[in-house]
């Protein structure tokens, strides 16, 4: 049984560090959407991509190793958790003004 949770642990860290080098990918290619046609939306929805995916999820991964591996105290967790859903939920609004954004 103990070997089954390492495999899963693993696989929830690869899980993790994946979701954010894809995010970073299509954040990116937001990014050059936004480039090519100078337009505000792209530039909300690039942000906001990347807040939600890379910066968020990177946060919140390399904490979760800091936290795991005795680095950073635990008094800090309910800080490290309001930082990651701060910046999830500016993604989310930047994301939502650019669908909406006529502009």
Partial sequence: MAGISVVV????????FGSTLVGGYVGYQAYR????????AMRALSLGLV?????AFGIAFGGSVLLRQGYLALDYQPALTLVTRSLQFLGVILIAYSLHSRV
């Fill in 9 to 16: 642990e693993w696989a929830i860290v690869g899980l993790a």
């Fill in 51 to 55: 807040l939600l995916t890379t910066v």
């Fill in 33 to 40: 959407g936004y480039r090519r046609h100078d337009s505000r």
